[in-house]
């Protein structure tokens, strides 16, 4: 797909590696990768298995291969930079906390995480998926602004088993939350309509890090990276790192 494609900025030896959500593409980072270049750091946005082709890549494809992908991409990363930043948007955060349970990195940014969701058509699952094969966003991406709603990349259809892998990774994350140690900057909107708010407050009261901090937006839907507020995230992002001394 056009704008799906991975973004990497050589930079210094402090490297922010950005994990996107699901049906969405490394065009969701593309924004936060240009301003962290800018100041000097390293940026990676891989496209996750499945992702930024055709929905029916994503078939046979499971949340054990989006992990296992991204855990792949973190230890090469870990090679070329000596401090690591993970940040992950939606269940890109769910897969990035999970990563951050598993791995020693230097902070972790969630953007609108995810580790539960809360919809009442999720019940009639087991049953649709046996009529339906996809699921069609009548609506689009989760994008207040216009603009950026309308030059998103991403899926507009996915199919109905990829929402067991969704849940399925969300869960892992869930369960693995008290085994993140490092610091930890957290940011979701009240508006989000996809992943409910009510995750941001879950995540915090149940990792273990000691410094950790939220950021509450209120003119932003979900895909919060490329929505009104973006520059308000790429600042704040950017004050929590200074505060750790984690500039390049």
């Not at 929905?55 to 990363?77: G, H, Q, R």
């Not at 990349?153 to 869930?174: E, Q, T």
């Not at 915090?204 to 937006?217: A, F, G, I, T």
Request: proline residues 4%.
């Amino acid at each position: 797909m056009p704008g799906a494609e991975p973004i990497f900025y050589e930079g210094s030896e402090t490297g922010i590696l950005f994990i996107h959500g699901f049906t969405g593409t490394a065009y969701e980072g593309k924004d936060f990768a240009a301003y962290f270049a800018e100041k000097g750091y390293t940026v990676w946005v891989p496209l996750l298995p499945g992702h930024g082709t055709r929905p029916e890549d994503m078939i046979n494809v499971t949340w054990k291969d989006w992990y296992s992908y991204a855990e792949d991409c973190l230890l090469k990363f870990k090679k070329q930079c000596s401090r690591v930043i993970l940040v992950g948007q939606s269940m890109g955060a769910g897969i990035a906390l999970a990563l951050g349970a598993h791995h020693s990195v230097n902070a972790l940014i969630s953007l609108a995480g995810a580790v539960f969701l809360r919809d009442w058509r999720l019940k009639l699952l087991p049953v649709a998926k046996h009529f339906l094969r996809y699921q069609h966003k009548s609506r689009g991406p989760d994008i207040s602004n216009k603009e950026a709603k309308k030059s998103s990349a991403s899926y507009r259809k996915y199919p109905l088993k990829s929402i067991d892998d969704f849940l399925h990774m969300v869960s892992f994350a869930r369960e693995n939350l008290s085994k993140v140690n490092d610091p930890i900057l957290l940011i979701h909107s009240r508006q989000d309509h996809t992943v409910t708010f009510k995750n941001m407050d879950y995540i915090y009261n149940h990792v273990s890090s000691q410094v950790k901090e939220k950021l509450v937006l209120e003119k932003s839907y979900h895909i919060i990276s490329l929505d009104n507020e973006k520059e308000v995230i790429f600042e704040t992002a950017n004050d929590f790192l200074e505060k750790l001394k984690l500039t390049p």
